[in-house]
């Protein structure tokens, strides 16, 4: 079991495969791209939040990919950090290395000055490589090396704990401040799950391309702040109160409100979490339907302007409505 720490890099993971690499050599910042630094070139500084990085040559300051590979082969004087690839080096590197959810294979030339930290991968470590500073894994620090099994365990059970209520909070929050627009996802994700997720994976992307828009503003960095929480607690929550309203709704309780629907739900979605090599995948793919079940009500909604509309008393009486259909 992996410690969750955050929705939002669970979100980007199968949001990654909508947008094939292309290519690119150079050391410029990229949004988009793998970035190749060839044998006997020198580069200051290599990033790119949407593809891999291969380094043969040199590097003088930092490396980072934020969905990508990294593969280092050549000397990189700053640091490595990757968000979601995995990491290979295979050559000195001056700085840290990082890899949040990907995993990290020290090969044989590798030479580590600063620390090391993963957060939810492993460590293959070649037993030649060379390590100076310390090891950490997962959400507790200053570990040296591999964790007893106990206090890994220890950790991954308090960062779900976390998860959960998290999650419980958003949902009810929901349930209780705007439970329309709530009933409305459930509702599109019930009546058109394929189309829900397909607006779901194009969401993240959009999402991107409007940050990048807000950012350059410089005033739109203070409506990221609040936009971002909302993108990625909204999908999760919508997911939740389906499975938790389908629940309650298997067990009789027809008036029960959306708020028990929600807390029902949310503990069921982050139970799903828990689910060895497979958990991670599933909880992704509800969020990203939660995700798209909201756009696709969205979208609804402003077709429908004008036109009369069916109104349900209750989301019970609605899927009543959807069965006597």
């Not at 290979?88 to 000055?113: C, M, R, S, T, Y």
Request: net charge negative.
């Amino acid at each position: 079991m992996r410690t969750p720490t955050g929705l939002l890099l669970c979100a980007l993971l199968l949001a990654s495969l909508l947008v094939p690499s292309s290519p690119a050599y150079a050391s410029e910042k990229k949004v988009m791209g793998d970035v190749v630094v060839k044998g006997g070139e020198t580069e200051e500084e290599i990033s790119t939040a949407w593809g891999n990085v291969l380094v043969e040559g040199e590097v003088e300051g930092d490396v980072s990919s934020g969905l990508g590979d990294i593969e280092i082969d050549g000397p990189v004087r700053g640091d490595v950090d990757a968000g979601f690839g995995n990491v290979i080096i295979n050559g000195p590197v001056g700085g840290d290395v990082k890899a949040g959810f990907g995993d990290l294979n020290l090969e044989q030339n590798a030479q580590i000055d600063g620390e090391i930290y993963v957060g939810h991968g492993t460590i293959r470590e070649h037993p030649e490589a060379q390590l100076q500073g310390s090891q950490e894994i997962g959400m507790i620090s200053g570990f040296e090396g591999e964790k007893p099994p106990f206090e890994d365990y220890f950790s991954d059970m308090i960062g779900w704990a976390l998860m959960t209520l998290v999650l419980v909070g958003a949902a009810v929050l929901l349930a209780v401040v705007v439970p329309g627009p709530l009933r409305a996802s459930a509702r599109s994700l019930e009546t058109s799950p394929g189309r829900s997720l397909v607006l779901g994976l194009g969401s993240f992307p959009a999402m991107i391309v409007l940050s990048i828009l807000l950012a350059i503003t410089g005033v739109g960095i203070l409506l990221l702040i609040l936009l971002w929480p909302v993108y990625l607690l909204f999908g999760p929550s919508v997911a939740a109160y389906f499975l938790g309203r389908k629940v309650v709704l298997a067990t009789g309780r027809y008036r029960a409100g959306d708020a028990l629907a929600a807390v029902v739900g949310a503990v069921l979605v982050a139970v799903v979490f828990l689910i060895p090599f497979l958990g991670g995948l599933i909880f992704v793919a509800l969020t990203l339907l939660g995700t798209g079940g909201a756009v696709l009500a969205l979208l609804a909604r402003r077709h429908s302007r004008g036109a009369p509309r069916v109104t349900y008393a209750s989301y019970e009486d609605y899927l009543r409505d959807q069965r006597d259909g």
